[in-house]
């Protein structure tokens, strides 16, 4: 994966190079994948209206479709939501309304952290079907900052462990190595993060 033509997404990302003083935006624009944007670049896009919150998560969703199957970081994809949430973050931008640098950001979150209505399980069986009914704090605070929620992001089972194999809904495994773990317990925010999944990941 090259965030820019020619550079590796590390030797990119080293060069310290925001969105604001790239000569080659728009190549990268017209050529590369959004998704693999840092918080920083992508926060700038939107805030400059060069890209949009929808192209965001959708990025984000076609990434997802394309490797998740193989990687195992989601246990649960809020598709609808996150598209209705960055159409209305969207709107906001355009009459001028920016709320910061979470603004539009695509994100998924441990299935540790409670998120109201949509399930949270903290990939155990036991709470397979555990829907809460509030957010975390820092869910509210995500949301305050206009962050917009991917899903939910697989782990060791309870956090109780450091390799993210023990999980009612399967393995994670290392999206640098299939064969391999990604550590844990936060297993699925890691490796969402490292395949360019979301812009973004909380663990615990």
Wanted: charged share 25%; net charge positive; aromatic share 6%.
């Amino acid at each position: 994966m090259s965030a820019r033509p020619g550079f590796s997404r590390r030797e990119f990302l080293a060069t310290g190079v925001g969105a604001a003083a790239w000569p080659g935006l728009q190549t990268f624009l017209d050529s590369q994948d959004l998704a693999t944007l840092t918080v920083k670049q992508a926060s700038e896009l939107l805030r400059r209206k060069k890209a949009s919150p929808v192209d965001l998560v959708q990025a984000c969703l076609k990434r997802i479709e394309r490797y998740d199957r193989s990687i195992n970081a989601f246990i649960t994809v809020t598709r609808e939501q996150a598209l209705a949430t960055a159409r209305e973050m969207e709107a906001e931008v355009q009459r001028g309304k920016f709320r910061g640098p979470l603004h539009g950001i695509p994100i998924a979150l441990k299935d540790n952290i409670d998120t109201a209505g949509i399930r949270t399980t903290a990939a155990s069986g036991v709470f397979k079907d555990r829907v809460p009914a509030e957010d975390a704090e820092v869910v509210l605070r995500l949301k305050r900052a206009g962050a917009i929620l991917l899903g939910k992001l697989n782990l060791h089972e309870f956090a109780l462990g450091g390799t993210s194999s023990v999980t009612y809904f399967g393995p994670v495994h290392n999206p640098w190595a299939l064969d391999r773990v990604p550590g844990g317990s936060s297993g699925g925010s890691g490796a969402a993060i490292a395949a360019d999944l979301c812009i973004g990941t909380l663990g615990t």
